[in-house]
């Protein structure tokens, strides 16, 4: 049986972001395919065009050579493509077989489901990652009881249950134990001999070169290589992703190591213990914007909860020479920390009420009872006029506002009470060209004045173009450390990858 | 170019007139007397405002947010206004006393709602339901069925009548007003007013910002809690007498009464003057419904039946909580 699938020139836009330009791909029976970018390249999207995820706004799939458009995953099934998705679509308190079999299930007269079919049919499927799990798992075990790397396997085990042609694995890794890795690595082998067509997606170097026969490169959502992995090394591959021209045009100082070593430690953190982080050390000195790297979901949305109290954590915590381990973010914005957090809408404000209130909203207590509302309002305008907030007025509800004027509400809030530091979770995130300049000026500022930044981006331009040093995190380490000339594309992106070129690790 | 909108309050306020005005064109309404007209109006009110206190632990909440509703209100004021009854007992000096524990049994039981819609977890459609169903039973089993007690005169003479011989603005319209004034502040102007809009908006957002959003959200329910055990207060000063029944038939009005006073039944939007708005015109139809010569019981489905409709058109307001 041969299955061949091609896209071509795949255009996909949400709203009026595009997310891809010109997507192209082309796999066959009997190979992987390696699927690579950097954040926000378009893998994705890609990939959940092609499982009919999202509708495509412009170009062409092909499958075995004729044109075919998908207008539901569950069309995409039927014609044979599976796709194992890193963020689990699994039903927590259903069972595994229950989820294996979802909408399929086995029926025997008068549409009863057939039981002991599913069971023999889980029974099966689980033995294909027999020995490598560490709980006795049974068809009735209920997926909400599994640890994190077999509720992957079983999401692996459901796309794989109706056997389809065309399998997409989408960072199915990431969350596997070396031991599993090896098996799912087998698996693909009997998949390739068996005529299936696999799709890898992964930002694992070291996976892609084992497994993979061929690569498509994509770059801020254009295809801008493919080929034979046989021909290419790590290197190469890591520089079709990097584009060269767009570094951010933006100056900052010259870092001058020796000055900056002289300034007291703002915050210090040793061996810090999370459910994500795994041990992270570092220090922070006065005035400086100490970037945080990686991938996204490595951990240093963790990081900063932890610092600002929201999340539990075990280690060491030093603020300004003083021992600190803060149980709440009150306590944390007592002592003069802020954070700006990812998600703006759901974490960082109060979507339906006015402006004031949202700018007001940590520093109520200090004006005292009852609320001195008009020395509230002006100290509010101040902090509005110095952002340079773009509002019809403090009345109004955050909800009128576009995305960078609503970030500045949220950064604003935390201005109003002058933090020592500020933890920044990805801040430029969905935030237009304009304000995003804004805010570096902003962010440059407040480390003139004295005040320390932590600051994670998913863009990795930005941290070239502000930050003096950046920690890469991994797998919720820090994976590398990277100051002055160490400090460039190529390196942020490797270390981001796991790749080691030869320096520290 | 500005939209024009009209405030829930506002909107409440119209539509209390247009049925006050339509109520006299029944068969046995006021017809063209005006002398009637003004002391109907004024009853109305008057009735308006043993509602509208009850209303007032309701909206503190449903403003809370993350399905707040208190279920316990009407049980809390029939004890609370039984404590009243006996502790009075005709005496003028007891009064103040009565009406501290009235305070304070009513925020002991909206502080255990608190406790369990809180630690516990327990959603508050049903921790209060429960609550309603202890403090019942508590009644019965403290009085064994049968109180004896009596209203002082002062409470008469504060709640019942009119301020003064020649101005006929009842005693209790005159609390109501202060009490409005009371609620504005806090919700307006006090950091807890401020930080309860926001838990009942979003609660991550909240705590990020450095709102306890546990004690918040305690408070509400334990501030409702007193509300309520002072409305106990005013309703048994107004009736003079007691019953087992006396506080249910509050209960659902109540809700009803935020809802058509403007406050998002999905909490983190409201004020206590649309629910002053929205008690006058839940008494309205009440009243109406009773001049219309209707049968206890066809009245009770109407009224059943008028609530639903109510809620279920201002509880259609999107949240815009995503």
Redesign the interface.
Known sequence: MNVSLSARNIVKRYGGVVALSDGNLDVQSGEVLALIGANGSGKSTLSKVINGVVVLDGGQLLLNDKPVQFSSPQAAKEMGISIVFQELSLIPLMTIADNIWLTREPTKGLGLVDRKIIEKKTLELLSLFEGTYETVLSPDTVVADLPPDEKQIVEILKAISFDPEVIILDEATASLDSRQVQRLFELVETWKKAGKAIIFVSHRMEEIFRIADKYTVLRNGFTVGSGEIKDVTENDLVKLMIDKESVLDFTRDTYDEETMNQKPVCLEVNDLKTEVLAGVSFKVREGELLGLGGLQGQGQRELLLAL?G?IPFKGEVRFLDESVHFR???QA??KGLA?V?GDR?????????SIL?NL???S??K?G???K?KKSISDANQVAASLNLKMAGLQEPV?SLSGGNAQKVVIG?WLMRSPQLLLLDDPTKGVDVGTKGEFYTLLTKLCAEGKTILFYSSDDEELLGLCDRVLVLHDGKIRSELIGDDLNKESLVSASLGVTNGGES | MKKFRISPPVAAIILAVVLFLLSGLLPNGYGSDVDVAISQATNIVRLAVFLGVIAAGQTLVIISGYEGIDLSAGSVVTLTAILTYVIVSGENAMVIPALLVAIAVGALVGFINGLGITFLKISPLVMTLGMSGVVTGAIIVINHGNVSGKIAPIMTRVIARPVAPNIPIPGAVVIWLLFGLFMW?LLE???FG??L??IG??R?????????VTWTNIGAYALAGALTGFGGFLVVGNTGVVFIALGQPFLFPAIAAVAVGGT?LSG??GSYWGTMAGAIVLTLITSLLTTMQMGESVRRMVLGATLLALISLYGRQKS???
């Open positions: 600002f929201d709440h973010p009150r914005m007592k954070l957090p809408n759901r974490e960082g404000l109060l979507y339906i009420r209130e007001l909203l940590p109520w207590r004006y009872l009852p609320l509302m909800s809030k | 502040a102007r006090t950091t401020k930080n809009f926001a908006t979003n991550v957002t909240a705590k990020l910002s450095g709102v306890n998002l983190g939007k815009f909580r995503q």
